[in-house]
């Protein structure tokens, strides 16, 4: 039970690199459930799918974002696509758009019926 999102997290090597020892080992628990990293040179993609991203109470997530708080927002970007709304950008986070994946949010709604 509970809303389900798709989560993207683009940063930029460097940037990774410059996380510190003991930061690093904050985000053991939320990098374990990754279900996909994406790696080239500028940096990487870590894609966690069909997960319950409560970025506000889940002890895990909420170190993810205090370590990337710290860092330039220009290197990195996070992004939540939440269907429940899915134009909610509340849990995203940073500004590397620019981004080798072109880490986004698309969202669509739409009405649908047939005249019987």
Partial sequence: MGVRSDVGLAIKRNAWASISADNRAKLDEVM??????????????????????????????????????????????????TPEDPMDNSADLGGWWQNPWDLSKYATCTLEYSMK
């Fill in 32 to 81: 374990s459930w990754v279900d996909e990293t994406v790696e080239n040179d500028e940096g990487f993609l870590f894609c966690w799918r069909d997960t319950k991203w409560y970025h506000e109470t889940y002890s895990e997530i909420k170190a993810l974002y205090e370590v990337l708080s710290t860092l330039e927002p220009s290197d990195f970007t996070l992004v939540c696509a």
